[in-house]
């Protein structure tokens, strides 16, 4: 069965932290996504990255950024989190099509 | 213009209807395009896959796609109230600047009424 594993399901953190999504895929898969998701403007790609070490901006990466040292791991970090970062984070692994993992809800106070 | 273009919703209909759910693109150069179901405050689950043109089915769920017209579809027959959920079209295809990358509709809400 395949598995992308987000670390956290509900984050709260406070205005100015260093914020650190990490997600996990167990498929072997060469790509992987990060997407913020908020209501009514559907999945916006943050990052994007094709192969260790490899990474492309995606629609909104202001703010944002990645680190992917290993091929199974994908880190999005907020560099000095916000209040307009509250959002839905979501990762996703693909060879074609796309495994989401179960998303963190991340609160910016 | 969005390169991927999906009618939000939302969409009702009495149980046992069946559900057309659609997206328009203008990338010629997409290849692989795909459906998730989305629960609420729940990660997208892939539904149906299919590359290039022609169709595909998945027990109730069949997909569509029409290359010519730059058009996919997902119908769903005797729907059921499980499967009230946000419907997410994707899109990807082959190329130096986008192998891998999905494209995104913004999703079509779908409520199914008992």
């Known amino acids: 069965d395949v598995k992308v594993t987000q670390s956290s399901r509900y984050l709260v953190k406070r205005t100015g932290e260093k914020v650190f999504l990490e997600c996990v895929q167990d498929?072997?898969?060469?790509?992987m996504f990060w997407y913020r998701q908020d209501p009514g403007l559907g999945l916006r790609l943050i990052y994007f990255?094709?192969?260790?070490?490899?990474?492309e901006k995606g629609d909104i990466p202001e703010g944002y950024s990645v680190s992917r040292e290993k091929k199974e791991r994908f880190s999005l970090i907020l560099e000095s989190a916000s209040t307009n970062q509250t959002s839905m984070y979501l990762c996703?692994?693909?060879?074609?099509?796309?495994?989401f993992g179960q998303g963190t809800r991340l609160t910016v106070v | 213009q969005k390169e991927v273009e999906q009618d939000p919703g939302p969409l009702s209909v009495p149980e046992g209807a069946i559900v057309s759910l659609n997206c328009t693109y203008s990338?010629?150069?997409?290849?692989?395009f795909m459906w998730y179901r989305q629960y609420s405050r729940k990660g997208p689950e892939l539904l149906m896959y299919?590359?290039?043109?022609g169709n595909k089915e998945d027990g109730r769920f069949t997909a569509q796609v029409d290359k010519s017209s730059k058009y996919i579809s997902l119908f769903i027959r005797d729907s059921q109230p499980s499967d009230s959920a946000t419907y997410l079209c994707?899109?990807?295809?082959?190329?130096?600047?986008?192998?891998?990358?999905?494209?995104f509709g913004q999703g079509t809400t779908l409520q199914v009424k008992p």
């Open positions: 299919t590359y290039s043109s």
């Open positions: 990338n010629s150069a997409f290849q692989y």
């Open positions: 996703a692994s693909s060879r074609v099509e796309a495994f």
């Open positions: 994707a899109m990807s295809g082959h190329g130096s600047s986008n192998t891998g990358k999905l494209i």
């Open positions: 990255s094709y192969d260790v070490k490899m990474k």
């Open positions: 498929m072997d898969h060469e790509n």
